[in-house]
């Protein structure tokens, strides 16, 4: 059974942006480009936009992290599962409890979820972003109709049906 990979577009990006912005504030400010008072304030600008920019660097550097990390895309293996950009460790196809659409976190997307069991969850090290858009315990690991370059339906009956494939191979 060959490995397959599933073109997804993660949460990178997002949060590289959101940096970015962050960071162009803080620049804006120390530099004395944005004056949001007048002369006199000058210093105390500086200072803010200096935190600015070290709170900026987070995210910027985390979402720069995400978008060079691993192989990028589903990976779909005979042994299990792994998306990088959203989860670190390989996951088995034994702890696949559901494959289903529903909403994301915010309940704003329609998202396909791949409920996984408690243990398979906390042992793929699902990330921070991952956990705060889309994935969480008791729903599973979710991807958006804006992360795929498939339809939702279409996407869900790759992964099922390659699950199946790879559990009928094992068995």
Avoid: C
Avoid at 44 to 63: D, N, R, S, T
Avoid at 96 to 107: A, E, R, Y
């Amino acid at each position: 059974m060959e490995t397959k990979i599933i073109k997804t577009s993660g949460i990178g990006i997002h949060v590289l942006v959101f940096g970015l912005v962050l960071l162009a504030v803080g620049l804006g400010l120390a530099l004395n480009i944005l004056s949001l008072r007048g002369r006199s304030d000058r210093e105390a600008l500086q200072i803010v936009g200096l935190v600015f920019m070290v709170v900026g660097a987070v995210p910027f550097l985390m979402g720069l992290r995400l978008l060079l990390a691993g192989p990028k895309g589903l990976h779909l293996t005979p042994t299990g599962f792994r998306d990088a950009r959203m989860f670190r460790n390989e996951i088995p196809w034994s702890a696949l409890q559901s494959v289903t659409i529903g909403k994301s976190n915010n309940g704003r997307w329609d998202a396909v979820l791949l409920q996984v069991s408690p243990d398979a969850y906390k042992a793929a090290g699902v990330r921070f972003f991952s956990k705060m858009v889309t994935s969480r315990p008791d729903a599973g690991i979710g991807y958006t109709r804006n992360m795929l370059s498939t339809s939702l339906d279409d996407f869900g009956n790759e992964v099922l049906d390659y699950a199946n494939k790879a559990r009928q191979r094992a068995a």
